[in-house]
């Protein structure tokens, strides 16, 4: 029988274009909602707590690939290292460093996406543009061999304004072509534009989104 969540699941994979990889956030819903989403052919799960990840990773099948999508403090890396399939959410150079350490240590090469902060809101962690240029131009990743830089990750505004988002993706967007053309010119792993939640991804998609993160529209509204 089919369930709200895969009715909702393939919903929001019938408005994507090919090409555009669904990541489904499932922070705070139950495992069961994730098998309902799993039994559907989903395989791409996203969180944003390293505990919770930690518990769901080991009681879910092993073929699911994990997302860290949320804050990760430096600290908690070893403990997802093992097996997380990307982290998205790299805000500082410490972090990678960690993350290369880390990865090193469990002989994996783990990808990763930076951080983009465009947004207004002053709350959200991410890098600004300038910040992220400088993060690269230091070149100290290219020495890292545990780690992959895959592409980058942004929120837009939490706004009604479609124009204002529309924009901040754009702006997402020219950096990526920017940074592609600067220091991956040689790299076609750096291929990925993590853009669009569940209330702006039509409009992620339609301003180069390669990969949407899109929870309370599948899942329904999580219960904290
Ligand atoms: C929670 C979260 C999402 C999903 O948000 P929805 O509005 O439920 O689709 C996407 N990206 C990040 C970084 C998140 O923390």
Known sequence: METDVAKRLLAVKAQLPAGVKLIAISKFHPDEYIMDAYREGQRVFGESHEQELARKADTLPTDI???FIGHLQTNKVKYIAPYIAMIESVDSLRLL???DKQAARC??????????HIA????KYGLTPA???ELLASGEWRQM????????????SNTDDQAQI???FDEGSRCFVQFKSEFFADAPSFCECSWGMSHDYPIA???????????????GPRVY
């Open 205 to 219: 998609v339609a301003h180069g989104s390669t990969m949407v993160r899109v929870g309370t529209a599948i899942f």
């Open 145 to 156: 061999t545990h780690v992959q830089i895959c592409g980058l990750m942004m929120m837009a």
């Open 107 to 116: 002989g994996r090469i783990i990808k990763v996406l930076l951080e983009l």
């Open 97 to 99: 460093r960690e993350i």
């Open 131 to 133: 910040d992220c240029h």
């Open 120 to 123: 207004e809101e002053a709350t």
């Open 166 to 168: 529309a924009r901040e």
């Open 65 to 67: 690939e994990w997302h």
